[in-house]
């Protein structure tokens, strides 16, 4: 089975982010899961408010917060698998199922330690479908509305352009050279 993938990024503070999420939220009546739960299958209607958004934990633009989001109407599908550690192991939940085909896939970033800023990725892994492709295109044109600069095929939002003397972009890791990172003029 081919899949059509489509994905953009952007550099956004926490109250960028707030802004494009909220309006996401108010035209398209979607909820989020997160990739993975040790609480089992869980959801949340407003991503907008929660408490790390824009925040980038580890230095790096993998791994920090990935949410789902599907809309009212369409059931995610959730996975058992078991893990285990060097102490201990237990049961996890997955949402990342095959079955969870009309969904945009959110790597939420931000600034990092106030000194670098990560970017935050939309994609869809199926823009073949018809409710994952409105949903990312309908996201897209609301981000591309809240950026005030384009580098490189990167939105660059108010917030994160107000700062550009104040933060590195950084594209993969903090600990990459700079002559990697976006430049923001």
């Excluded at 890791?173 to 976006?182: A, G, H, Q, W």
Aim: aromatic fraction near 14%; include cysteine; charged fraction near 30%.
């Amino acid at each position: 089975m081919h899949m059509k993938v489509r994905r953009f990024r952007f550099y956004a503070k926490r109250e960028d982010l707030q802004v494009i999420l909220e309006e996401f939220q108010n035209k398209f009546d979607v909820y989020y899961v997160p990739t993975y739960s040790d609480e089992g299958p869980v959801f949340f209607k407003d991503a907008a408010s929660l408490p790390d958004l824009g925040t980038n934990f580890f230095g790096s633009h993998q791994g920090n917060k990935q949410i789902l989001a599907f809309l009212g109407t369409t059931a995610c599908s959730w996975k058992e698998y078991r893990w285990s550690g060097h102490e201990k192991g237990g049961i996890r939940h997955t949402s990342l199922c095959d079955e969870n085909i009309e969904r945009v896939d959110i790597d939420l970033n931000g600034v990092y330690r106030e000194e670098a800023i990560f970017p935050t990725g939309i994609a869809t892994m199926h823009y073949d479908n018809e409710v994952a492709k409105g949903m990312f295109g309908g996201l897209k044109k609301i981000v591309r509305r809240q950026s005030v600069k384009t580098v490189n095929g990167c939105f660059i939002c108010e917030g994160a352009y107000k700062d550009k003397e104040k933060y590195r972009f950084c594209t993969i890791n903090i600990k990459s050279p700079e002559e990697y990172d976006l430049k923001v003029e």
